[in-house]
């Protein structure tokens, strides 16, 4: 059986192959190559890192049982994306948790974690210039992309930060082309408008 | 309006350089290993066996090694069969024509063989008597149609591409 090392230069494709002739280091190495971008997608739908944590090892071990089911016509990339992001919604749903919630996670407990994880630009109306001026753009967008509908959410972070074509994404999400299109092109028009706003 | 689009143009540029930057986050240390604690790794079975030899033949080195070992082999092969070929020929022509004798030879018996069982078993009348006009004519037809194409499917189904979890992956050598 090949070595961690060897199986580094293989596409997707021929590690899966590998994987269900049982290679255990075939499935290590898809957990390795596929850990962060699943954990990252998820972790931005849902807020909570233990949460993220759970539903991201959730999805994968979907992934791993199933790979026989697996199509090798389709990309590996939009299968697991599509599988997690899938775990996401269904949390997202089973929880009722309201992504447009200023609340802080439903998985907070205490008054610290609620302000940790709370949304901080939570009325627009009051935000200080000088609180843009002492943010992070990045972290400005974290908490725009969080306010975004799911289905925007996952369209904006395979498109802009994962980098995936829009033909994958309508794969991986299950979606028309056009629909995939259109939601990126509302999210941004959202994130843009958030900014925009926060700009004064 | 020219200046709001200039707004707007340049604002979807830092959002969309602001979203290329964002991090990405990680899962803490042994995440893989909880993973792999839940997964179920196939079991030796003749279809993992017969994979797993797809899969080790499919990797670059093995697939090279494999091709050359099958070409020295060949070569080899022929270092000793074209001598000794060329050494015989004329028992090698002999034995050929012995054997197409003997070919041709048993065609013709089999041939009178089924002539003569056709002749004394009486299907030749039968055959004869057979009336295939109008409605049994057309019966035939289609019973051969439907068979002819029920076979074709058969055909098709068992020669077809493999697909989905079948499909061997290609690797460029």
């Known amino acids: 059986m090949p070595t961690a090392k060897d199986l580094q230069s293989l596409s997707d494709q021929e590690v899966v192959a590998l994987a269900r002739a049982g ?133 904006i972070m395979l498109r802009h930060v994962e980098g995936r074509s829009y033909e994958e994404i309508a794969e991986a999400l299950d979606l028309p082309l056009g629909t995939v299109k259109t939601y990126i092109h509302r999210a941004r028009h959202e994130l843009r408008e958030y900014l925009a706003h926060l700009r004064g | 309006m020219i200046h709001k689009q200039l707004r707007d143009a340049e604002l979807d540029a830092t959002v969309v350089r602001a979203l290329s930057r964002l991090p990405s986050h990680a899962p803490t240390r042994g995440f893989a290993d909880r993973v792999m604690a839940r997964v179920q790794l196939p079991q030796p079975s003749p279809v993992v066996l017969y994979r797993r ?63 003569q069982w056709v002749t004394s078993s009486g299907a030749a009348d039968r055959f004869q008597s057979l009336s295939l006009s109008g409605g049994r004519l057309w019966l035939a037809i289609s019973a051969l149609t439907l068979g002819y194409a029920g076979c074709a499917a058969g055909l098709h189904y068992f020669l077809r591409t493999p697909r989905g979890k079948d499909v061997p992956v290609q690797l460029p050598l």
């Open chain 1, 23 to 155: 290679a255990e280091s075939a499935y290590r190495e898809l957990v390795r190559r596929y850990e962060r971008p699943v954990f990252s997608l998820i972790y931005r739908m849902v807020r909570d890192h233990a949460l993220a944590e759970d539903l991201a090892q959730d999805a994968f071990v979907k992934v791993l049982n199933a790979l026989d089911s697996y199509r090798a016509e389709y990309k590996f990339s939009s299968w697991i994306f599509k599988i997690a992001n899938n775990v996401a919604i269904d949390q997202l749903r089973r929880r009722e948790l309201d992504t447009l919630s200023l609340d802080g996670s439903p998985d907070a407990r205490t008054q610290e974690q609620i302000e940790a994880t709370a949304l901080q630009a939570t009325d627009r109306a009051e935000t200080p210039l000088a609180e843009l001026e002492a943010r992070e753009l990045g972290a400005a967008i974290e908490e725009a992309i969080a306010k975004l509908r799911p289905e925007y959410r996952s369209c």
């Open chain 2, 53 to 115: 030899a797809r899969a080790w033949a499919a990797q670059p080195r093995h697939a090279l090694a494999l091709a050359s070992g099958y070409a020295a082999a060949a070569l080899i092969a022929m270092a000793f069969v074209v001598p000794w070929l060329l050494a015989h020929l004329p028992a090698i022509g002999f034995t050929a024509e012995w054997a197409a004798g003997r070919a041709s030879g048993a065609a013709r018996q089999g041939l009178l063989t089924l002539a």
